[in-house]
């Protein structure tokens, strides 16, 4: 029992058990198709026999070659090299093994063609396919046997590893092979040992021995590598997932359209820049639609230019030509009551023809959604409305604003502002804005190419909900917050409510 005691066999048989499973990943693949013409409650039972028998088959081939190797006595001579039974066994052995690493790292680098198999009808006796998984496992196994002959020098540490490997193979072949198949450098990394073991075992024929710790110390840094590789592979995965998909996306399409492009001038250069800035801009604003709820791009209530049936025909007009909108709710009384969406050219041809006025209220009914709909959903919504507005309501019907196509192409290309209405973020220069109380974060986040200004639990969309909830509403004309490296200065107020703010930001 010393040889326990041996840090080398320990080594060994880890290693050894690793290999016998990365070697046997193609045989579960083949036995997984076998077993499927069976009927599913007998493949479990067929793999589980088939590979059982198939070990104690390779246990048996395992003690007839490390019999075959002890035949020491010459038994050819080539020029001046003399082999023996043991030689021939380890050279072809080893010839075997380079062979098999060489085309199977060929296969795995050049690429192979899909195999497709198709199932059939009639399922295949259970007998018959047993005998074709332990048939099948023979093929298999000699490598497994060679690898094993190769690697250790004692017996038991190789059936051991053959015992656990077939054990680890049954319990989790499934995972197993997905394993090998997200890590395929897993599998170059086992073949390069396959590869190495194959010249020992050339170099033991022709008698030059070649001490198993070099061998081992080889294999130990390289695992030791790919370990950490596997873990760097995980922590970047693991850091990239917290940046939004719409991000990620945005970067990704900006690669393919541009990444390679090389300006060959100063304005070439300085032009190509500022339109990957645009598609920037647009990609995530398209990115952002799936996320951001129609309350994020509304008009607000506020800002919302109506028509009141109970004023005269004269107040109507007057209120008509004193904005420069196409579209004007008709309500009675309120904003909450609204009856219509007209046109202002058609509503000022009838205003002085109550029957036609009726007539045209009834022809435009209004539309209505949640103010928590997203504006995915809500582009459908939009097209049915075929250029009208939109009305946005909230749990209790009262509505809060309004939405229109423009303001979807707004969401994605920036603002347009109409005759009235101004900018809601000015840039000053490169590091400082002027923006409306009103401005929306998510327009925020794409100028400054910011990640996380908004999340979706927050009770929060635009600039001055921001500032509030950063100060619990204690806010007056001067307040200053820093929020996720982004300065915000209270500039103007009207009565309760931030109208301008200054924002400074250094990327």
């Not at 075959?68 to 080893?94: A, E, H, K, N, Y």
């Not at 007009?317 to 969406?341: A, T």
């Not at 049915?384 to 707004?410: C, H, M, N, R, Y």
């Amino acid at each position: 029992m010393e040889f326990l005691l041996d840090p080398g066999i320990w080594v060994g048989l880890l290693t050894l058990i690793v290999l016998e499973i990365v070697l046997g990943i193609d045989n579960l693949v083949f036995i997984a198709i076998l077993a499927e013409k069976l009927p599913p409650e007998q493949r479990d039972k067929a793999r589980v026999i088939g590979l059982s028998l198939a070990l104690i088959m390779r246990l048996g081939l395992l003690f007839a070659i490390s019999w075959l190797v002890t035949l020491t006595q010459p038994l050819i001579t080539v020029f001046d090299w003399t082999f023996s039974g043991r030689d021939l066994i380890l050279l072809f052995g080893g010839l075997f093994l380079v062979y098999k690493a060489v085309t199977e790292l060929h296969e795995k680098i050049e690429g192979k063609p899909e195999v497709k198999v198709t199932t059939n009808v009639v399922y295949a006796s259970f007998t018959a396919v047993v005998a074709q998984i332990v048939i099948l496992d023979a093929v298999f196994s000699l490598d497994s046997v060679i690898t094993a002959i190769g690697m250790v020098d004692n017996i038991y540490v190789m059936m051991v590893a053959m015992v656990v490997a077939m054990a680890v193979m049954l319990l989790a072949s499934k995972s197993l092979t997905a394993f090998v198949n997200r890590h395929p450098t897993v599998v170059i990394l086992c073949l390069s040992f396959l590869l190495l073991i194959g010249i020992s075992l050339i170099a033991e024929g022709f008698g030059f021995h070649i001490p198993k710790g070099y061998i081992y110390s080889g294999i130990g840094v390289a695992i030791l590598i790919e370990a950490f590789n596997q873990f760097t592979q995980r922590n970047a995965i693991k850091h990239e997932s917290k940046i939004p998909l719409r991000h990620r996306t945005a970067d990704n399409i900006l690669k393919l359209m541009g990444g390679r492009i090389e300006a060959e001038t100063v304005g070439q250069r300085q032009a190509q820049e500022t339109f990957a800035d645009e598609e920037r801009y647009m990609i995530g604003g398209v990115l952002t639609l799936a996320e951001r709820t129609v309350a994020s791009i509304m008009t607000p209530r506020n800002q919302i230019s109506w028509v009141d049936l109970n004023d005269s025909p004269e107040q109507i007009r007057e209120q008509v030509l004193s904005v420069p909108h196409s579209l004007f709710p008709v309500c009675r009384g309120s904003l909450d009551k609204v009856i219509s969406i007209v046109r202002a050219k058609e509503l000022i041809d009838v205003l002085d023809s109550e029957e036609d006025l009726k007539a045209l209220i009834k022809r435009h009914r209004p539309i209505f959604i949640f103010q928590k709909m997203k504006v995915i959903d809500a582009i459908n919504t939009l097209r049915t409305s075929k250029g009208s507005l939109v009305l946005v309501t909230d749990e209790f019907g009262a509505v809060q604003g309004l939405i229109s196509p423009l303001d979807v192409f707004e969401a994605i290309a920036g603002e347009f502002p109409d005759a009235d209405e101004q900018l809601d973020l000015v840039k000053m220069d490169d590091q400082h804005w002027k923006a409306s109380g009103m401005l929306d974060l998510y327009q925020l986040e794409l100028e400054l190419g910011m990640l996380d200004l908004i999340e979706e639990d927050d009770g929060y969309i635009s600039v001055s909900g921001l500032i509030l909830d950063q100060t619990q509403g204690n806010v007056s004309v001067g307040t200053e917050i820093e929020f996720n490296g982004i300065q915000f200065k209270v500039t103007e107020m009207d009565d309760n409510r931030i109208k301008t703010v200054e924002i400074f930001y250094q990327p």
